[in-house]
């Protein structure tokens, strides 16, 4: 069935260290990903998007690698800052489905 | 700044009361979407709209649960009667039709007691 998972629920790094988020997705048949990011109180912010075409792409702070043979998908965060204490959930989009899967969410904590 | 607008931002009513949401899509958004998010299923995607027109409601409980468009600017969610396993933040996110690209809004609590 569809689902899109999570290996670590909870994260906690050292500020200024890079911060890794994995997601494992289930359904081949997606073609796009995207991560969100939640802060406390907010609803979920777009922070980057990758087709299943693409293996890598880079954002500001922020890379998105696939791996479509093992179904796997992380979040790259450089030289975290407080800022970056959220929430954050990967999502599938299921070809010609317009609409997407969220995973369960990881919790990332920025120690100062 | 364009933002998906939503009121209230809480509710807390007794069960068996019913319940409205509503969403401000951002301005020129064609495709509109509702989720509920809990921490036991995560955010899960209620229903969603294309040009107002409801193309997928199959994650809404149907007895109990309606999502409208009455016009471009204005969504609805309604629950009735409301029920405590309810209690959850709604969500409402606009967009392009684009797949995947939601904005979403700041979401009501509602706690059903």
């Known amino acids: 069935g569809e689902s899109v998972g999570l290996h670590l629920p909870t994260l906690s790094v050292q500020e200024g260290d890079n911060s890794i988020i994995n997601c494992a997705y289930s359904?081949?048949?997606?073609?796009?990903f995207i991560w969100y990011k939640q802060e406390s109180g907010k609803g979920p912010q777009f922070i980057i998007d990758i087709r299943s075409n693409m293996d890598k792409r880079q954002g500001q702070r922020v890379t998105v690698l696939l791996n479509k043979t093992v179904k796997h998908l992380s979040l790259q965060i450089a030289a975290t800052q407080p800022g970056d204490s959220a929430v954050y959930f990967c999502a599938e989009n299921l070809r010609g489905a317009q609409k997407l899967v969220f995973g369960q969410g990881t919790r990332l904590t920025i120690n100062p | 700044d364009a933002r998906v607008t939503q009121t209230p931002r809480h509710k807390v009513t007794e069960m068996g009361q019913e319940v409205t949401m509503r969403c401000q899509p951002i301005l020129g958004h064609n495709t509109v979407f509702w989720y509920r998010q809990t921490m036991m299923q995560g955010l899960e995607l209620l229903a969603y709209?294309?040009?107002?027109?409801?193309?997928?409601d199959s994650g809404m409980p149907k007895d109990r649960f309606s999502a409208e468009m009455p016009d471009a600017t204005l969504a609805t969610l309604k629950i009735q009667p409301s029920e405590p396993r309810d209690s959850a933040v709604y969500f409402c996110?606009?967009?392009?039709?684009?797949?995947?690209?939601?904005?979403f809004g700041p979401g009501t609590r509602l706690t059903v007691t």
């Open positions: 359904n081949s048949a997606s073609d796009y």
């Open positions: 709209f294309r040009n107002r027109a409801p193309l997928d």
């Open positions: 996110a606009s967009g392009l039709g684009v797949p995947g690209e939601q904005y």
